[in-house]
């Protein structure tokens, strides 16, 4: 359970609400099993009940973005340099776009458009809502070189040599082995990067309501969303 829990947040990343859910969920399955079985001693059942107590699911409260998880441009760029070939191009797009490691893991090539003044992908995020996503022309580049080169045809922009998609968990594992080999930082992840680029945005004067809709968050006031810009500038984004 231990395990199942340090799984959920550290490598998953997820919020501490979904963290929740999934033990309390977890636990319930356990007792039932439990009690539909006839082979189990009271001494078992006790052992059992008393370390399902002990795993406390996290407090869904505030939820602060520890300043260790958020990198600088140049902290960025020095792990972009030395990333595995395997995961540079999505991790570029992480870095450049914000979007959940889950919506770029998903994309498919039907979903990259191609347009006159650039490209753009349209992302599936929470709730099955699509938006759409700006994305440079020098990523653009990257993209459609791999695909040429590839020595196996696969719908999904980001692949293996097999044709299945990138696998989330190694990914985050191999992020997080060359950030702490190059930065020297324990806590650097998937979501590090959605992380630095929303506190980028942030930082160079975007406003929060703009910011919300482009990562696909709820919006964190509807009233403030009423008086925000619908639109970020390619300065922004990619400056």
Same mark, same amino acid.
């Given at each position: ?79 972009? /340099? ?28 039907? /979903? ?15 709730? /099955? ?19 040429? =080169?590839?020595?196996?045809?696969? /719908? ?12 989330? =968990? ?70």
């Amino acid at each position: 359970m231990d395990d199942f829990k340090g799984y959920l947040e550290k490598e998953l990343e997820l919020a501490p609400q979904t963290v929740a859910t999934s033990i309390y969920s977890l636990k319930g399955a356990i007792r039932t099993l439990i009690e539909r079985s006839s082979d189990l001693s009271l001494k078992q059942i006790f052992f059992i009940e008393r370390k399902l107590k002990s795993i406390k699911p996290p407090r869904p409260a505030t939820r602060v973005i520890p300043k260790e998880k958020i990198l600088s441009e140049k902290e960025i760029q020095r792990l972009l /340099d030395h990333l595995p070939r395997s995961v540079f191009s999505v991790c570029t797009l992480l870095k450049e776009s914000g979007i959940r490691v889950s919506e770029a893991l998903n994309l498919k090539w039907k /979903d990259l458009k191609q347009h006159s003044n650039g490209a753009t992908l349209e992302v599936m995020g929470k709730g /099955d809502i699509f938006r759409t996503i700006r994305i440079s022309f020098e990523l653009l580049e990257l993209l459609l070189h791999e695909r040429e =080169t590839r020595e196996v045809e696969s /719908d999904y922009i980001f692949a293996t040599k097999s044709g299945k998609p990138l696998s989330r =968990t190694n990914l985050h594992k191999t992020i997080h082995r060359y950030g702490k080999k190059i930065l020297l930082k324990e806590n650097v992840g998937c979501h590090t990067f959605r992380h630095s680029f929303a506190t980028r945005l942030l930082k160079n004067g975007a406003d929060v309501g703009s910011v919300s809709r482009y990562l696909g968050h709820a919006s964190p006031a509807t009233t403030l969303s009423f008086y925000c810009h619908n639109q970020l500038s390619d300065e922004q984004l990619f400056g």
